[in-house]
């Protein structure tokens, strides 16, 4: 169900929104992966404010990630299976 402020910004005029939403949506995985680059940082952040539907996105994204990671168990991989993957993918490169 969408917020009233999301039923708001889509009847809103959209003129240069899509592509700002369109880059935006492609930085939304670095973002939450903390991989995305200081300049993009700024960007995404400064574009969230404004627009509530990135912004949205953004929070569901975080929340997923967060009940995900939340379930998991980190498992201790035997040293010697490492080195054996590590080896196996320097054959094939």
Known sequence: MESKFTEVYQNAPAEGKETECEKVSLLLDLMIDGEASSEDQ????????????????????????????????????????AHLIKAKIQETV
């Open 42 to 81: 700024q960007y995404f952040n400064s574009h969230i404010e404004d627009c509530v539907t990135c912004f949205e996105s953004h929070q569901k994204q975080k929340l997923l990630k967060g009940l995900v990671s939340g379930h998991l168990k980190r498992v201790i991989v035997p040293e010697s299976l």
